[in-house]
């Protein structure tokens, strides 16, 4: 594949590999990755692209540079450069529930010719209303809520590892802090590939259980 058409996400962890540009899309926070995953594309956390970069700082003194102004918030400046450097074209930005910059940085985003997804949570909490969202996102991606739902269940076997590292820290103290950040945090997006995520999860968990003595529930 010609490497114009990959995305360059540049980081060792938590993930190591290129993706097709055509199969990417950036995330601004957390949505139902079911959907995503369901529907064949891959998801990418802009913001655990920003902070986990070698430098975030340049990444924020890029934003600037193109014109995000100083005082936005420096986080909304993050993802706009990670969206930028890594070549994504398309992502689901959550313009409502989340940061109020966002809606600012999606139209300065459609104005560099990168496909926003709009997706909300209802401030009121309503289910009838979000239920609405979740369809809509799923027919923009092309499926049904049905097959979302299938994926859900594949996704909480993952998740189940990723409880069990949790559970080794605040209940055995077997887990470091760190250790159990990077695992939780990451699950916003299962490092873009739930199959090699769940693979990296449980041979933590075996490492733990050979290296410290422990007990896997």
């Known amino acids: 594949m010609n490497?114009?058409?990959?995305?360059n996400v540049g980081m060792s962890f938590p993930m190591s590999y290129?993706?097709?540009?055509?199969?990417?899309?950036?995330?601004?926070t957390t949505i139902p990755i079911e959907i995503v995953y369901a529907a064949g594309y891959v998801p990418l956390?802009?913001?655990n692209i920003f902070i986990c970069n070698e430098d975030p700082d340049a990444l924020v003194d890029y934003a600037e540079i193109k014109g995000l102004p100083r005082n936005t918030c420096a986080w909304v400046k993050g993802i706009y450069s990670a969206t930028k450097k890594t070549g994504i074209k398309r992502i689901i930005g959550v313009i409502?529930?989340?940061?109020?910059?966002?809606?600012?940085l999606i139209e300065f985003l459609q104005t560099e010719d990168i496909e926003v997804i709009p997706f909300s949570y209802p401030h009121d909490r309503n289910k009838d209303l979000l239920y609405k969202q979740l369809d809509s996102l799923s027919k923009k991606l092309g499926i049904n809520l049905d097959k979302a739902h299938q994926m859900k269940f594949v996704l909480d076997k993952v998740r189940k590892t990723v409880h069990e590292i949790d559970r080794l820290t605040w209940e055995e103290n077997k887990v470091t802090?760190?250790?159990?950040?990077?695992?939780?945090?990451?699950?916003?997006?299962?490092?873009g590939d739930y199959v090699l995520f769940e693979r990296k999860a449980l041979a933590f968990l075996e490492e733990l259980k050979n290296a410290r003595n422990l007990t896997i529930k």
């Open 177 to 191: 802090g760190e250790e159990n950040h990077i695992w939780n945090v990451s699950t916003s997006d299962l490092m």
């Open 18 to 28: 290129r993706i097709s540009v055509d199969k990417a899309i950036g995330i601004t």
């Open 96 to 104: 409502q529930g989340d940061c109020s910059n966002n809606q600012a």
């Open 3 to 7: 490497s114009t058409n990959l995305v």
């Open 45 to 47: 956390d802009l913001n």
